[in-house]
């Protein structure tokens, strides 16, 4: 991630022509270090206008949703969830899907779970239940443990009898939730 931002900096320097497809690789590389507050950084630069015009698409604002979630600011994730979701709408009626919303929803629902908003985290997994968003095993692992702070046993039963009925394997349910709750 560093060796991607000081490329960055030197083309900024030599008033090089950068487009988001660079900058989300940039981007992509802070991610991939696990470098939250680098990602933001650049966001920050890419709304000021530092590389012109440039608007972000959408797995721009997933990174950021990413972002906004492992640093625990589960509102604004879920936030700019609601517009990420918007334009991935739009995309989806032009045939594109960018990336798996429901992978954003799980990072939200995380967020909230680790920050004691367990509450918060069952509303958006029942938001994601009624837009019929197929959920993946970070999402339902973060929403049993929202179930577990929140003492809601039959709730949780009620989920892994969801998954079971989705063709979720309780082997990858067990191993994600023992990930999920050790990292």
Same mark, same amino acid.
């Not at 470098?35 to 990602?39: K, N």
């Not at 082997?171 to 994600?176: L, M, N």
């Given at each position: 991630a560093e060796q991607a931002c000081l490329l960055l900096e030197d083309m900024l320097?030599?008033?090089?022509?950068? +487009?988001?497809?660079? !900058?989300?690789?940039v981007l992509e590389a802070c991610e991939a270090s696990a470098?939250?507050?680098?990602?933001l950084n650049v966001l920050a630069l890419i709304r000021a206008g530092?590389? $012109?015009? !440039? *608007?972000?698409?959408?797995?721009?604002?997933?990174?950021e949703v990413?972002? !906004?979630?492992?640093? $625990?600011?589960?509102?604004?994730?879920? +936030?700019?969830?609601?517009k990420v979701e918007i334009i991935h709408e739009s995309k989806k009626r032009e045939g594109r899907r960018d990336f798996c919303i429901a992978n954003l929803y799980g990072e939200c629902i995380a967020a909230c779970d680790k920050s004691g908003e367990w509450k918060q $985290?069952? /509303?958006l997994w029942d938001l994601m239940h009624a837009k019929s968003i197929r959920p993946d *095993?970070?999402? *339902?692992c973060a929403t049993l443990s929202a179930c577990e702070q929140g003492g809601l046993w039959v709730r949780a039963m009620q989920l892994l009898e969801q998954a079971r009925?989705?063709?979720?394997?309780h082997?990858?349910?067990? /191993?994600?939730s023992l990930k999920y709750r050790l990292g």
């Open positions: 320097a030599k008033q090089v022509p950068v +487009d988001i497809i660079l !900058l989300n690789t470098e939250w507050e680098r990602c530092t590389f $012109g015009k !440039l *608007l972000p698409n959408v797995s721009t604002f997933g990174m990413r972002a !906004l979630a492992r640093l $625990g600011n589960w509102k604004e994730a879920a +936030d700019l969830l609601q $985290g069952l /509303r *095993l970070l999402t *339902l009925a989705m063709n979720m394997n082997q990858d349910i067990t /191993r994600e």
